[in-house]
């Protein structure tokens, strides 16, 4: 029999491991207050989100979910956050043409709720009712990211 470690597969079956989540970068602005607190009109809100990959070995990636949004009353900015969220994946014996959908669906997938934790919380300590971000469809966003990159547009996925 062969000795093998505790809830390790065999040498060449597939794994995916979550290694470590992280904050790398983040960043609140509460340019306007105490003012801003007296406004009640319906703010607007510019929302930006972003993947990145990034191969730290044979075998580990980080992949980064980068959110940011600034919320506005007319021209006067409430308030401006930043959040980059990483991972750091352990992918083996994954074929090559799961590689990539893994990476750019699955990983942010995990990520995205420690972001919207994160989001919540700073918008709350800042003063401001919490900030629920809806979910995203990383799928749909993957396939998309690639749809343009095959017509050319240089919109796609950085994987």
């Not at 075998?59 to 969220?85: C, H, I, P």
């Not at 991972?87 to 893994?102: C, D, K, M, S, W």
Request: hydrophobic letters at 40%; a negative charge; charged letters at 20%.
């Amino acid at each position: 029999m062969s000795e093998q470690q505790p809830n390790m597969p065999p040498s060449n079956q597939p794994m995916f491991n979550v290694e470590r989540l992280y904050i790398k970068d983040l960043s609140f602005e509460n340019p306007n207050a105490p003012e801003v607190y007296a406004r009640h009109n319906e703010p607007t809100v510019e929302f930006n989100l972003g993947t990145g990959v990034v191969q730290k070995g044979e075998d580990r990636y980080e992949v980064t979910l980068q959110m940011n949004a600034r919320v506005k009353e007319g021209e006067e900015v409430l308030f401006l956050v930043e959040v980059t969220y990483a991972g750091l994946f352990r992918i083996r014996n994954v074929p090559q043409e799961h590689l990539a959908p893994t990476l750019g669906i699955e990983c942010p997938h995990i990520i995205f709720p420690y972001v919207r934790r994160v989001v919540s919380d700073l918008v709350t300590e800042g003063g401001f009712k919490p900030m629920v971000l809806d979910p995203i469809n990383f799928a749909a966003l993957y396939h998309q990211a690639k749809a343009r990159e095959a017509q050319g547009d240089g919109g796609g996925v950085a994987i």
